[in-house]
Structure formats: C-alpha cells, structure tokens
C-alpha cells in the first residue's frame, strides 16, 4: 500500500463552523506533513511531525490546528476560518524525516471552501 | 517562502517533441526532487538527484543539477498528451522541510 488517503475530498464550511481534514497512510513512514496550495501557486509548507511529534509550523495562524494521534494518522483542526483560506490541503508522508534522499507520497488533497 | 523558481512559468509544445523545465534555488541542499501535479490534484514523484549527483535518467526523464550554479533542469523526451501536468521542483534541505518551486504548466498538444 503506498497511497497516502485523504478524507474528506472537499469541504465546504462557514466561518463559524469547527471541522477537521484528515490523512492516513500504512507505509511506515514516521514523517508526515501538510501543506496548504493555492491555484496556480505551489503547495506551501505549513507542519512537519516527525516521529509523532510536531518538528515545524512555519508561522501558521493559531484557527489550523494539527494532530498526529499516531504514526499513521494526521489531522487538521479547522476553527474560525477566512474566506482567504480556502484552498486544496495536501498531506504527504516519507519515510523518516531525519533520514535524507527519501521521496515524499501525497494524498489527493481536500478542497476547502470558505463561505 | 518558497526558495525554487522555475522557468518558464508555462510552456506549451507538439506531442513528439521534448520538454526542458529549469528550476533555481537559494540554499544548499541534500537532494532535489521533481514532482507531478494533473488538474490541482495530488503530486506524484518522479525524480531524486542528489547533491553529490549530476545527471540521472528514469525512463523518458532526464534530470540534470548544478550545484555551483544552483540549478536543475527536467528534460522530458518524445513527450505524450498524457504528460499535461504542472510540473514542480522541491529542495530537500537540512531542516526537514520540502519547499517547492513556482512550477512549470506544461502542456502537450497533439
């Protein structure tokens, strides 16, 4: 299995609204991330966890909250969101993130909506 | 911030011909990465080269690195319609982190 599934497809969610993304992956692999991709942009990096643990928040506002219950799944908490934050949330999984030259698995994204 | 940027931002050519991207980025890195994107969905993997690297191959893919000069470039030859996709580098530096070029939209007309 080297698929990396996210749940849901799209969403989408008022302002108000409390919802969460998630992302599962069976592959092992003990570094897991998300990014946030704008249309026509490349994705940007907002979380690392490695090893269960959250490594990197690149200067992410407080209203997306990450979650790693355990190595195999990720979510992201979604609280009090800006019609500027709708976008596709990727997750990616590798193998080891303190280990290099490893590639990075993808889900298919979920498509957010903010109204 | 993203550190790669890549040219051109779009290039669009014939079915048959081949397909050169660059991509330029800032730090050192450990390795670099080129990754696929079709229609806004997931990106899938295509190649590593590492920092000690110069030129590799898998299949129709040619990646080149030039450490001194910070660059990459991503040959695609004898090209299909079905390689219609965003096409992004990706720095793997010392910090965990896997940052992403502006992207190249290529598109193959046949």
């Known amino acids: 299995d080297t698929e990396v599934t996210q749940t849901p497809k799209h969403l989408v969610m008022g302002m108000t609204n409390k919802k969460s993304l998630k992302c599962e992956q069976h592959m092992g692999h003990r570094a897991m991330y998300w990014y946030k991709q704008k249309a026509k942009k490349p994705p940007e990096l907002m979380f690392v966890y490695s090893y269960e643990k959250l490594s990197i928040n690149e200067s992410v506002p407080s209203r997306f909250s990450p979650e790693c219950p355990n190595s195999s799944l990720l979510n992201l908490h979604l609280h009090a969101l800006q019609p500027e934050d709708s976008a596709l949330y990727l997750c990616a999984s590798s193998q080891d993130g303190g280990r290099r030259d490893t590639e990075a698995f993808f889900g298919q994204g979920t498509r957010l909506t903010v109204v | 911030s993203q550190q790669g940027e890549e040219d051109p931002q779009a290039l669009s050519i014939q079915e048959g011909e081949n397909a050169t991207m660059n991509c330029s980025y800032k730090?050192?890195?450990?390795?670099l990465q080129w990754y696929r994107q079709n229609s806004g969905r997931g990106l899938v993997h295509l190649i590593l080269i590492r920092s000690n690297e110069r030129e590799k191959h898998s299949g129709r893919l040619r990646v080149t690195l030039d450490t001194s000069k910070k660059s990459s470039s991503l040959l695609i030859t004898a090209s299909r319609a079905a390689d219609t996709a965003s096409y992004f580098c990706?720095?793997?530096?010392?910090?965990?982190?896997?940052?992403f070029g502006q992207g190249t939209r290529l598109t193959i007309n046949p």
């Open positions: 990706a720095t793997d530096a010392k910090d965990q982190k896997l940052v």
């Open positions: 730090t050192s890195i450990n390795n």
